[in-house]
């Protein structure tokens, strides 16, 4: 064995998992279920308060926090923003000099504190009184000045907390986080966000990419290789090279697609005969389709199984009423699925 394969081997074996290790990690992960279980059943009308309250918010959500809750605000804002509620984080520190601005009486306000008793929070608590914007706040102490300073009150169950000095924000942030989901899940529902608005949002990811439509990238009608089922071979031969697309598609006399006609079906038609032939002699019936408001990864899936590497496109009305045989409204092929990055 020469020194690079005793490299490879050394870099493939794994020590043995430590039982202390995990027996903490299973004692923090059973301490936090717990008080999410515990949050979900102590939940009431104030959540569905909280939730209309920023549903019917005609500017952003204003969200803040200090020290781990206001990491945990950054990370709620951003899910409510990419999920079709406008938010942004403001530092309360920051508040008191100068960003009070960005502040005004149409937003509403969900404040993150354990405690409710940072000092940090108080110019920003004292903001919303004074332009009486409504004060959404979160924390574990009902009669902390948070709360009592809050219109609407959504109060952490009491759970201990999974660093064994008991200091450490660690339950308390967990449940935070879960509550901003909470809120984020049930604002989008309230919404009625779909897929095609998370693309939107989301345009540069693979998970964006992942939803893109076939009416998004298809060929559209001018660029459709189609020809009546009457049509000559070198007319269809010149309809396939002027496309490009190494197919063309067969109308009948009512204009609807019967069938098709590939560079493969004119490899095994290739004889002495072959230009005295029309398409009605040589189409392959029961042409595949794909609906247009197909995602693209359902066309991928569905050239691949098929193994074909184009698909004409028809209408959703006609796919919906079982119409097969309807006149295709664009051309989709496998090159255009892999040049917009799903794969």
């Known amino acids: 064995m020469n020194e690079g394969d005793r490299l490879v081997n050394k870099g493939q074996r794994s020590e043995?998992?430590?039982?202390?290790?995990?027996a903490v990690a299973s004692r923090v992960l059973e301490t936090e279920s717990g008080a999410l279980l515990r949050l979900s059943k102590a939940l009431d009308a104030q959540f569905s308060q909280a939730v209309t309250a920023l549903y019917n918010t005609t500017s952003r959500i204003i969200v803040s926090g200090m020290g781990k809750s206001g990491h945990v605000s950054r990370k709620i804002a951003a899910t409510l923003a990419s999920?079709?509620?406008?938010?942004?984080?403001?530092?309360?520190?920051?508040?008191?000099?100068?960003?009070l601005g960005m502040l005004t009486p149409h937003d509403r306000v969900l404040m993150l504190s354990n405690s409710g008793?940072?000092?940090?929070?108080g110019d920003l608590i004292a903001h919303t009184k004074r332009f009486s914007i409504p004060l959404i706040g979160?924390?574990?102490?009902?009669?902390?000045?948070?709360?009592?300073?809050a219109d609407i009150k959504l109060l952490l169950p009491s759970a201990p907390e999974a660093c064994p000095m008991g200091l450490a924000p660690t339950t308390s942030t967990t449940m935070m986080i879960a509550l901003g989901d909470a809120l984020a899940v049930a604002l989008m529902e309230r919404r009625g966000f779909s897929a095609d608005d998370y693309r939107v949002l989301h345009p540069g990811g693979q998970l964006a990419k992942s939803l893109v439509r076939v009416r998004d990238i298809m060929?559209?009608?001018?660029?459709?290789?189609?020809v009546d089922i009457n049509a000559s071979m070198s007319t269809m031969l010149l309809e396939m090279t002027a496309k490009r697309f190494g197919c063309v598609g067969i109308l009948d006399e009512d204009q609807q697609l019967i069938g098709i006609f590939t560079d493969g079906?004119?490899?095994?038609?290739?004889?002495?005969?072959l230009l005295t032939k029309s398409a009605r002699d040589v189409l392959t019936k029961n042409p595949k389709t794909i609906r247009s408001g197909a995602l693209i990864a359902e066309a991928m899936g569905f050239m691949n199984t098929a193994k074909i590497t184009c698909l004409f496109v028809v209408d959703d009305d006609d796919a919906q009423n079982q119409k097969p045989w309807s006149r295709p409204v664009g051309i989709l092929h496998m090159h255009d699925c892999l040049r917009a990055g799903v794969i």
């Open 83 to 99: 999920t079709g509620s406008p938010a942004q984080f403001v530092h309360p520190a920051e508040a008191s000099h100068g960003d």
């Open 16 to 22: 043995p998992p430590d039982p202390c290790d995990l």
């Open 117 to 121: 008793e940072n000092r940090e929070l």
């Open 138 to 149: 979160i924390s574990s102490k009902a009669s902390s000045t948070l709360m009592e300073a």
């Open 265 to 273: 079906d004119l490899g095994r038609h290739m004889k002495a005969d």
């Open 219 to 226: 060929h559209g009608s001018s660029e459709l290789p189609l």
